[in-house]
């Protein structure tokens, strides 16, 4: 009896990796690397300069509503940026707002707790659920004390943190910071209140200007840019990647006139964003079993080139040769192999074809051997000179034609 040789199939591995014209190699099925076209509009819109209306706007928009979309509020109908500027309206015809740009910038804070702010959500960075329940974090709250400040005639900027946000007024006498999430958040170093309540509030400690390593200064439409990283974080918890990547795109394009802009090191830069959403919806068609769509994702490259894609393409095609190996489909195998040569890491490469071989030798043997173990002489010779055609130097194949001459002698 001849034995038959064990086939080895390579070990199936997944990588789960960590947001422009759209690749001409896509797939239909796959998502589009287009940000939403409003977002290029605005990008150009802040190179001119960005009025308060324009920012009340664009962080509607980055929130996913619609600025002048109607909602109901107590009964009535009006659009978000009719209560923004009824906001405006109000603090502006305020007779108690008055004084130096401190004083009008300390009053805004009283003045948003007093009509917007009720309760603080360490996730609730859209400017819509604000205006409509009161619910706020740093980058919501900041961005409506920008809007108001703004309309005032008040410089103000933002400020950034490894894992927060507040603003900094521009006064006549200098800088002062604005911790966005607190009633006593104005110049907070002068406020024994806000150090007694900030950081069982809010779970963050506020970094002084004397920190100046610990937070950066962004601008203001940097700022907004940042209620995309909630929902980004929010639709990924939920396994919804590609929405994730929408927005990634979205929040490039609209910081797309920075040209040469670098960014803190605080500040997750866009490209970068995108490029990590790209990998992660890779990842889950690898997750999915998705390998061909995987292969044709990795066009993204050209637009985003990252080092990852190397190991990415690797498991994809390791991944489907596994499954044409399991189906015998050698051709097939071969062929994509090929296709992908100059993608994927020499090593890898080698070891996939080195074993292809191996396996397609030892289903050749295998043959040879159930027709050898039939006693079907003729048959196994004729198996095994096809084989030799195929691996001429196999030392297994030629040993099998040995003994099949030999049965027949």
């Known amino acids: 009896m001849i034995n038959q040789v064990k086939k080895y199939l390579p070990l199936i591995f997944l990588i789960i990796l960590i947001c422009r014209p759209a690749s001409p190699i896509f797939s239909q099925n796959l998502p589009s690397l287009d940000p939403d ?14 009025s308060w209306e324009n920012i009340a706007e664009i962080s509607l928009w980055a929130s996913g509503a619609n600025p002048y979309g109607t909602v109901q509020i107590a009964g009535r109908s009006s659009t978000y940026m009719e209560i ?28 948003m707790f007093r009509k917007y702010l009720r309760r603080y959500s360490f996730v609730q960075t859209k400017m819509d659920t604000l205006l409509v329940s009161g619910t706020y974090n740093c980058v919501s709250s900041g961005v409506l004390y920008l809007i108001l400040a703004s309309a005032a005639g ?5 400020v950034i943190t490894s894992d927060h946000a507040f ?37 963050y ?11 950066a200064d962004i601008s203001r439409l940097e700022l907004v840019s940042l209620i995309f990283n909630n929902r980004i974080a929010e639709l990924e918890s939920n396994g ?22 670098v960014y ?21 068609l690898l997750r999915q079993g998705k390998e061909n769509e995987a292969l044709l994702w990795a066009g993204a490259a050209d637009r985003y080139p990252d080092p990852r894609w190397l190991e990415f393409i690797d498991v994809a095609v390791n991944n489907l040769v596994a499954k044409m190996m399991r189906s015998n489909d050698y051709d097939a195998a071969r062929l994509l192999l090929a296709e992908n040569r100059y993608r994927m890491s020499s090593d890898v490469y080698r070891q996939l074809g080195s074993l292809l071989d191996s396996n397609r030798v030892a289903d050749l043997h295998n043959a040879f051997a159930a ?3 039939r006693r079907d002489y003729l048959s196994a010779k004729e198996i095994i000179d096809r084989a030799l055609e195929e691996f001429p130097d196999n030392r297994q194949l030629l040993a099998d034609r040995e003994i099949a001459e030999r049965a027949l002698q």
Do not use: W
Request: proline fraction near 4%.
């Open 37 to 50: 076209p409003q977002a290029l509009q605005y990008s150009a819109q802040a190179q001119r300069g960005l």
């Open 84 to 111: 923004i500027t009824a906001g405006v309206n109000e603090l502006l015809n305020d007779t108690a707002f008055r004084g130096s740009s401190a004083e009008k910038g300390e009053y805004i804070l009283e003045f």
């Open 154 to 158: 008040l410089n103000a900027e933002a």
């Open 167 to 203: 603003v900094r007024l521009i006064t006549e006498n200098g800088v002062i910071d604005v911790e966005t999430t607190s009633p006593y958040g104005f110049d907070p170093d002068t406020r024994r209140e806000f150090h007694d309540e900030f950081g069982r509030l809010t779970g």
């Open 205 to 215: 400690s506020y970094v002084s200007a004397r920190n100046y390593r610990d937070r």
């Open 240 to 261: 919804r990647f590609e929405e994730a990547l929408a927005l990634a795109l979205n929040r490039e394009a609209l910081l797309s006139h920075n040209t040469g802009r």
């Open 264 to 284: 803190p090191v605080l500040f997750i830069d866009p490209r970068a964003m995108v490029t990590d959403r790209i990998f992660n919806y890779g990842s889950l």
């Open 371 to 373: 027709a050898y173990n």
